[in-house]
Nanobody, 121 residues
């Protein structure tokens, strides 16, 4: 199995910054895609940013130019640097990885427990 531990959420004023981290552990054989999703109250979960193994990136239109996703493969960690935060960025942020474990050729999706980000004055 793969466990994901997120950190870095919290309360920040509009215009501020936060950096989220998510580290994967367990019997990991290979991690393919890594991503961050978010879910605001009363809304569906949405993709914020993703980064595959070739380190290309994709972002939701609402965060382009403000958020940066990166990954450290040696540490099995994905980061989300969030700048110029807005109240509408308030949500629970979830780490998501597409990985396979040792002795199993099948990839599957794993989710973190979520970390709250609140942008408010």
């Amino acid at each position: 199995q793969v466990q994901l531990v997120e950190s870095g959420g919290g309360l920040v004023q509009p215009g501020g910054s936060l950096r989220l981290s998510c580290t994967a552990s367990g019997s990991i054989a290979e991690i393919n895609y890594m991503a961050w999703y978010r879910q605001a109250p009363g809304k569906q979960r949405e993709l914020v940013a993703g980064i595959p193994t070739d380190l290309s990136t994709n972002y939701a239109d609402s965060v382009k130019g403000r958020f940066t996703i990166s990954r450290d493969n040696a540490k099995n960690t994905v980061y989300l640097q969030m700048n110029s935060l807005k109240p509408e960025d308030t949500a629970v942020y979830y780490c998501n990885v597409f990985a396979r474990v040792r002795y199993n050729p099948a990839f599957r999706t794993y989710w973190g427990q979520g970390t709250q980000v609140t942008v408010s004055s």
